[in-house]
């Protein structure tokens, strides 16, 4: 289903175009065919005090700031050094992610919770819906 290229940007959005989409497994799928919050109406996510927000809440109306960031020296502190705390304060804003292995990212987080992030990521091209575990984000900057 997924497989990773550490440095081979290209080949990945070719696999990317062939998987479908991610749902995060919290989300359920409603009556027609939208997906809805895992909680029902009214639930005060963890995230902003508001409601769930997922794919339902839809992508960023524009692509991303064009530019990189630069990784601060700081940036690698060590393994387990990003936590929910830290990133928490970057929901619904533009940052920029350093995974442990691969290219970095622009991404913009609707979800943030004990031991995982989802959001939307950019591809290049457009926004895909996307999900990471804390453990493999060595370093991030918000905008």
């Given at each position: 289903?997924?497989?990773?290229y550490?440095?081979?940007?290209?080949?990945y959005?070719?696999l990317?175009?062939n998987v479908?989409?991610?749902?995060?497994?919290?989300?359920?799928?409603?009556p027609?065919g939208?997906f809805?919050?895992?909680f029902g109406p009214g639930?005060q996510g963890?995230?902003?005090g508001?409601p769930?927000?997922?794919?339902?809440s839809?992508?960023?109306s524009g692509p991303p700031?064009?530019f990189?960031?630069?990784?601060?020296?700081a940036?690698g502190?060590g393994t387990?050094?990003?936590?929910?705390?830290a990133?928490?304060?970057?929901?619904?804003r533009?940052?920029?992610?350093w995974?442990?292995?691969g290219r970095g990212?622009?991404a913009f987080?609707?979800?943030?919770g004990?031991?995982?992030v989802?959001?939307w990521?950019?591809?290049g091209?457009?926004?895909?819906?996307?999900?990471?575990?804390l453990?493999?984000?060595?370093?991030f900057?918000?905008?």
């Amino acid at each position: 289903m997924y497989k990773e290229y550490e440095d081979d940007f290209d080949r990945y959005e070719e696999l990317e175009d062939n998987v479908d989409e991610f749902v995060c497994p919290l989300m359920r799928q409603g009556p027609f065919g939208q997906f809805m919050p895992p909680f029902g109406p009214g639930f005060q996510g963890p995230t902003q005090g508001g409601p769930f927000q997922g794919p339902a809440s839809g992508p960023p109306s524009g692509p991303p700031p064009n530019f990189t960031p630069q990784q601060s020296a700081a940036g690698g502190v060590g393994t387990f050094a990003v936590d929910a705390g830290a990133i928490r304060r970057c929901t619904f804003r533009f940052v920029y992610i350093w995974p442990d292995r691969g290219r970095g990212f622009w991404a913009f987080l609707v979800f943030v919770g004990p031991r995982s992030v989802a959001g939307w990521r950019w591809n290049g091209r457009r926004w895909v819906y996307f999900g990471m575990d804390l453990r493999r984000i060595e370093s991030f900057q918000c905008f």
